[in-house]
């Protein structure tokens, strides 16, 4: 199970920090993503990261968001900054590639312009 939160209502330039916990006892073994589905659009990856901690993001977000991991809680994190309308969706976590998981609710970010 997957539960999102940070999400809400910001303005353009503004930032949030994403959170997302998941159950189980795996959490460590994968590599975590963060996605967002905008009204009428499909879900995109937007960052994720490795077991190891390696990182990759998507070219729009590159240098404004930065994807963690906290093993211990079974977290994954997104610290996003200058956000911009356009980036209003919600935002899911799920494990890389292969999701693994019901996607859940996911939490909503909107960016007023």
């Known amino acids: 199970q997957l539960q999102a939160s940070g999400g809400g209502l910001v303005q353009a330039g503004g930032s949030l920090r994403l959170s997302c916990a998941a159950s189980?006892?795996?959490?460590?073994?994968?590599?975590w993503g963060w996605y967002r589905q905008a009204p009428g659009k499909q879900r995109e990856l937007v960052a994720a990261?490795?077991?190891?901690?390696?990182?990759n993001y998507a070219d729009s977000v590159k240098g404004r968001f930065t994807i963690s991991r906290d093993n211990g809680k079974n977290t994954v994190y997104l610290q996003m900054y200058s956000l911009k309308s356009e980036e209003t969706a919600v935002y899911y976590c799920?494990?890389?590639?292969?999701?693994?998981?019901?996607w859940g609710q996911g939490t909503q970010v909107t960016v007023s312009s």
């Open positions: 189980g006892r795996t959490f460590s073994r994968h590599a």
């Open positions: 799920n494990t890389y590639l292969r999701p693994i998981y019901a």
């Open positions: 990261i490795s077991s190891d901690g390696g990182k």
